[in-house]
């Protein structure tokens, strides 16, 4: 993790997301701590990263999510040459999906 990042404050504030065990809980707190428009720009992220993965052009992504091209590159960049975190989640939510099948 970036050592920007890497505080013993934001440590807390993930320890405490990681005690989140359902949708609701993770609503409730997230509604609590961002405010409307930071979870958006996550959730719009988010999006963006797996669209990228799923090899749609930036044109595509834009026309979906709205995301700007410079967000959309900074998400790719972050895919690209980032921590791998995208990377770490998608595959975990696709293994949890093939699971529940």
Known sequence: ????IRTPQTERVFKAILQL??????????EDICTVNEVMSIAQRF???EMLRDNKTYM??????????ATISRV???L???????DLVMNRMKEEE????
Do not use: H, L, P, W
């Not at 093939?98 to 099948?101: A, L």
């Open 1 to 4: 993790m970036n050592k920007k």
């Open 21 to 30: 065990k359902t949708i609701d809980e993770c609503c409730d707190f997230f």
């Open 47 to 49: 999006e963006v990263a």
């Open 60 to 69: 595509q992504i834009a026309e979906k999510t709205g995301a700007s091209t």
């Open 76 to 78: 790719n960049r972050s």
């Open 80 to 86: 690209n040459y980032g921590s791998d975190g995208y």
């Open 98 to 101: 093939q699971e529940d099948k």
